[in-house]
């Protein structure tokens, strides 16, 4: 397996834009995790899903912010409109179930500047 | 109560000496502990876990020493190399199988 691919890795974009960044999680995990990673704040939890439904969304800091998976294999996260202050790296991870020490893999995370 | 606390924030080791990290948690709920390990442009990895059934766990340069009593568990890295300069996080386990994250710690080793 190629392991969590994330698209695109690195996306500049003007304030008031539409952002969509993409996952495709590791074939035959049942969880996947949405991070967001700044210097200020460190590694936030957005949502998570567990066999393709929301199971915490508390961590999505606005409206502005919406994830979905429509699949197994496939979620997004998009950002509408975009603002300065979402710049950050984005980091989607999956991981098995069952088993509470099953490792959590990440993709190489999307770096996202909003002008 | 669900916080993981990590410290320090960053550290500075000459090549060759012991890094040592820090993590204390409040929640005995938490059952698993993993260590990441993040180089730079790159995602977080495993690089090391520990259950609270034992109060140690090494492989190769890395060892976790864990303290139930005092809930606490530190990362010790010995005989620390410029290669291991990255950024270290703590974790917990909750029971709906998510992770509460440390702050990291960027740790540079000089050579």
């Known amino acids: 397996d190629a392991g969590v691919i994330q698209s695109p890795r690195h996306e500049v974009t003007e304030m008031g834009q539409e952002v969509t960044l993409r996952c495709k999680p590791i074939?035959?995990?049942?969880?996947l995790f949405w991070y967001r990673q700044t210097m200020m704040r460190g590694l936030e939890l957005l949502i998570y899903f567990n066999n393709n439904v929301p199971i915490d969304d508390s961590g999505m800091p606005e409206d502005r912010f919406s994830a979905k998976m429509p699949n197994a294999s496939f979620s997004t996260l998009k950002i509408q409109p975009s603002e300065p202050r979402d710049s950050a790296v984005y980091f989607c991870a999956s991981r098995q179930n069952p088993g509470k020490d099953t490792e959590a893999f990440f993709g190489q995370g999307t770096r996202l500047t909003v002008v | 109560q669900q916080q993981v606390k990590q410290s320090p924030q960053s550290l500075i080791v000459q090549k060759g000496g012991i890094s040592i990290i820090n993590c204390a948690y409040e929640n005995t709920a938490f059952d698993y502990f993993p260590w990441y390990q993040q180089f730079p442009g790159k995602g977080p990895a495993l690089l090391i876990a520990?259950?609270?059934d034992v109060s140690e766990k090494k492989e190769g340069r890395f060892t976790i020493s864990f303290n139930k009593s005092a809930k606490q568990f530190s990362l010790h890295i010995m005989d620390s190399q410029p290669g291991d300069s990255a950024t270290y996080f703590c974790a917990a386990l909750k029971s709906n199988y998510q992770l509460i994250w440390g702050a990291g710690t960027k740790l540079i080793i000089k050579p």
């Open positions: 520990i259950r609270p």
């Open positions: 074939s035959g995990h049942d969880y």
